[in-house]
């Protein structure tokens, strides 16, 4: 079976950013480079935050983190569960996530760009909210 991927760049990574990827990987959903960096510094972990931000970075622009803008503008950043095409239920109170999909958004998508002669379109749907544990 195929390792998914991703997973070479990863293990060619320094110690730090190994380290990086943990944190990422056992949040239950999506973190600011300042959670991450203090997360590692709790488990005794020393990585400077000029580290976390580069790596995040990094591991967004090879695709293998997701990335939200929060309403304040900061990136939110989360290792998926899958590679797949699926979209986010995003809590803006406490992070969590959950990975969603629904084949009619996808038909949408598609028929619009087909009737007004767009090729090659992507698109990126994040549905922000408050999760049932931070509501009332
Ligand atoms: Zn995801
Ligand atoms: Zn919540
Ligand atoms: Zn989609």
């Known amino acids: 079976m195929d390792e998914p991927k991703g997973r070479a760049s990863w293990r060619r990574g320094t110690r730090q950013r190994e380290s990086v990827v943990d ?3 056992s949040a239950r959903g999506f973190r600011t480079a300042q959670q991450l960096h203090g997360q590692l510094e709790r488990s005794g972990r020393k990585v400077g935050l000029a580290t976390v931000y580069r790596t995040l970075n990094e591991l967004a622009e090879a695709g ?5 803008r ?4 900061e990136a939110l950043f989360r290792r ?7 979209h986010h239920l995003v ?3 406490c992070g969590v996530s959950v990975e969603v999909g629904d084949r009619a958004v996808e ?7 087909r009737r007004h002669g767009f090729t090659d379109v992507t698109h990126a749907l994040e549905l922000i909210g408050l999760c049932r544990d931070c509501t009332g």
């Open 23 to 25: 944190a990422l990987g």
């Open 91 to 93: 809590c803006k109170e």
């Open 80 to 86: 998926c569960a899958t590679d797949d095409h699926h």
């Open 107 to 113: 038909a949408w998508v598609g028929r619009t760009a």
């Open 64 to 68: 293998e983190v997701d990335v939200l």
């Open 70 to 73: 929060a309403a304040s503008g």
